[in-house]
T-cell receptor, first 114, second 113 residues
């Protein structure tokens, strides 16, 4: 089954404690991205990657890091999480950019930073 | 500056009637528009899309209309069913854009029995 898998699904942690949210896709997609969803703000892109070793900032990259060492994996790293990073996070992948290749989303990771 | 706007946070429609969800955009470089549907505790799923060279695309009960001169698109669901209750996101991608999709804030559609 084609899917994008995120882990963990839920996490409560404290300010400053480094954390990583993993994302893996089994569709051999080149394009992957991370979004955060906040009430009243919709989905905002954090980082994206067009291929292995190629990453770029989205609209809200501050406080986040990513890496793309393998095609299937695109982890999101919060080196020093802060309460304003409490949010619902989605990883997505697609065969390419542009609307002709719709993005497939994972089921989300809800992070609470205390 | 919000480039994709969904001005109705919520919409309530009676089962069997037509649901019309609206979306406006400001960036004239957008060339493809998509609608995603999202249930609680799940990720968004792709619903339907339209290229800027068309003014209508239909897929079963779902039709998307695009008015380029007004920078407006709408999603019509006919007839509306209880399973259509969800949050609907309008999204757009730009010509040659490498940075993926720009999303609106979403509209929560509630289908009343």
């Amino acid at each position: 089954e084609a899917q994008v898998t995120q882990n963990p699904r839920y996490l409560i942690t404290v300010t400053g404690k480094k954390l990583t949210v993993t994302c893996s896709q089994n569709m051999n997609h080149e394009y992957m991205s991370w979004y955060r969803q906040d009430p009243g703000l919709g989905l905002r892109q954090i980082y994206y990657s067009m291929n292995v070793e190629v990453t770029d900032k989205g609209d809200v990259p501050e406080g986040y890091k990513v890496s793309r060492k393998e095609k299937r994996n695109f982890p999101l790293i919060l080196e020093s999480p802060s309460p304003n990073q409490t949010s619902l996070y989605f990883c997505a992948s697609s065969a390419g950019t542009g609307g002709t290749r719709p993005q497939h989303f994972g089921d989300g990771t809800r992070l609470s930073i205390l | 500056d919000q480039q994709v706007k969904q001005n109705s946070p919520s919409l309530s429609v009676q089962e069997g009637r037509i649901s019309i969800l609206n979306c406006d955009y400001t960036n004239s470089m957008f060339d493809y528009f998509l609608w995603y549907k999202k249930y609680p505790a799940e990720g968004p799923t792709f619903l339907i899309s339209i290229s800027s060279i068309k003014d209508k695309n239909e897929d079963g009960r779902f039709t998307v209309f695009l008015n380029k001169s007004a920078k407006h698109l709408s999603l019509h669901i006919v007839p509306s069913q209880p399973g259509d209750s969800a949050v609907y996101f309008c999204a757009a991608s730009a010509v040659g854009g490498a940075d993926g999709l720009t999303f609106g804030k979403g509209t929560h559609l509630i289908i009343q029995p």
